[in-house]
């Protein structure tokens, strides 16, 4: 199992999904419509599209070397923290 099916099964227990789109970029969701998250763990970049910002998508608490599991791992502690589940 890799680090990417690993952190997918972590974020698929909690409600999340995470998305290979391509070797740099990453997205992870909460619900349809809902939270999205545009992940670059190489370049140290995150954004929120236009649509995910008008749905009040958070941000996400990460250090400053941070890698895609610190990622998930923050979407994972924020929903846990925003929906009580």
């Known amino acids: ?25 990453y997205q992870i ?7 999205l998250w545009n992940v670059y ?3 140290r970049r995150i ?3 236009a649509p995910h910002r008008e749905a009040g998508t958070p941000r996400l608490d990460l250090p400053a070397n941070w890698t895609l599991a610190d990622a998930v791992r923050a979407a994972i502690a924020l929903r846990k923290e ?3 589940r």
């Open 1 to 25: 199992m890799t680090e990417f099916n690993r952190l997918e099964a972590e974020a698929i227990q909690c409600g999340l999904s995470i998305t290979k789109r391509t070797n740099a970029h």
């Open 29 to 35: 969701a909460y619900g349809r419509g809902g939270w």
């Open 41 to 43: 763990p190489g370049n």
């Open 47 to 49: 954004y929120v599209d």
């Open 82 to 84: 925003l929906t009580g």
